[in-house]
């Protein structure tokens, strides 16, 4: 029966070496955009005034980019949480640009070295963080800009 426990304990203390040395380092929060005025998407479509889809290549032509870039920090293990809210980006974004959407929208998100110090991030004080990108493209309609360059010669 000795050889049993040995065998458990061993497992134990293997199983918290391994979480001791993994961290608990980190961030958690939401990233939103309830406040765009502009339609987003994590496809290149887009849903037109018909209701149809609209590709970009096809219907759909790049204007411009989005590119945000930002760190997200928390503490007690990732615990307090925040909202990354991308409505202001997205929306200057496709104004700047006369855009009328945002399609492939992507989200990369990275740690930050100081989530491997390890023994500090067995600390709930100790801050974690993660690099966050992101990026995305600004579109409208193809023929909309040569449209409002004829309107704007035509126009004394």
């Not at 134990?12 to 502009?38: F, I, N, P, Q, T």
């Not at 005034?49 to 609209?54: E, L, M, N, R």
């Not at 200057?92 to 070295?113: K, M, P, R, W, Y």
Request: with cysteine; net charge negative; hydrophobic share 45%.
């Amino acid at each position: 029966m000795t050889v049993r426990w040995r065998g458990v304990v061993g497992a134990v203390r293997m199983e918290l070496a391994v979480l001791a040395l993994s961290g608990c380092a980190g961030a958690k929060y939401a990233v939103r955009a309830d406040s765009a005025r502009y339609p987003i998407s994590f496809s290149p479509v887009l849903i037109d005034s018909d209701g149809q889809p609209a590709y970009l290549g096809e219907q759909l032509e790049s204007c411009g980019d989005l590119k945000v870039e930002t760190t997200q920090v928390s503490v007690f293990y990732g615990q307090t949480s925040g909202v990354l809210d991308l409505s202001s980006e997205v929306n200057d974004a496709v104004e700047a640009h006369g855009g009328v959407g945002l399609v492939s929208l992507a989200v990369t998100v990275e740690n930050c070295a100081s989530n491997f110090l390890f023994p500090l991030t067995l600390l709930p004080i100790w801050p974690g963080c993660q690099s966050v990108d992101v990026t995305g493209t600004v579109v409208r309609m193809k023929g909309q800009a040569s449209d409002a360059r004829a309107s704007a010669e035509v126009l004394p």
